[in-house]
């Protein structure tokens, strides 16, 4: 088992290394220096435009200090701006700036690239529904298991 975990933490690190995803600046200048905390708040921003702050530290399992220091980034690179809720008058919402729906799009579409990049390495349709569906299973559980650390008192 202890083989298992060896091989699969190195494979793991080699993919992550080998797509370039903790450093997104090498896909595209544009997001240069932008954190994947960041683009989750970007993204979260822009599906759930009513979205309150604290809502967005509970979906990313963050607490408020490293929430705040996303947010001041963001704020000084103009991609967002604070704005009182609509929905609940006593909390702070974001919304895009220009910028920042510029940033959204191009993070999208390095996405699709990094996912053609991971199709391209199969060789079959079978291949890649099998890693679709095996990397859905994984995703689950990990979901499954923030909720259970979510629920534990801090």
């Not at 979205?51 to 103009?78: V, W």
Request: glycine share 4%; proline share 2%.
């Amino acid at each position: 088992m202890e083989d298992e975990y060896l091989a699969i933490t190195e494979i793991i690190h080699q993919v992550r290394f080998g797509l370039r995803i903790d450093r997104l600046g090498s896909w595209s200048k544009n997001l240069e220096g932008i954190q994947l905390l960041d683009l989750h708040i970007l993204k979260l921003v822009e599906q759930r435009p009513e979205i309150i702050l604290k809502e967005i530290r509970q979906e990313l399992y963050i607490p408020h200090s490293t929430l705040t220091s996303a947010i001041n980034r963001l704020g000084e690179r103009d991609l967002i701006e604070r704005v009182i809720s609509q929905r609940d008058l006593r909390s702070f919402g974001l919304i895009l700036t220009k910028n920042g729906c510029l940033i959204r799009k191009e993070h999208d579409r390095i996405d699709r690239l990094i996912a053609a990049k991971v199709l391209e390495a199969l060789d079959t349709e079978e291949e890649r529904q099998v890693l679709t569906g095996l990397l859905e299973k994984i995703n689950k559980a990990l979901s499954e298991d923030k909720l259970i650390m979510a629920s534990e008192p801090d």
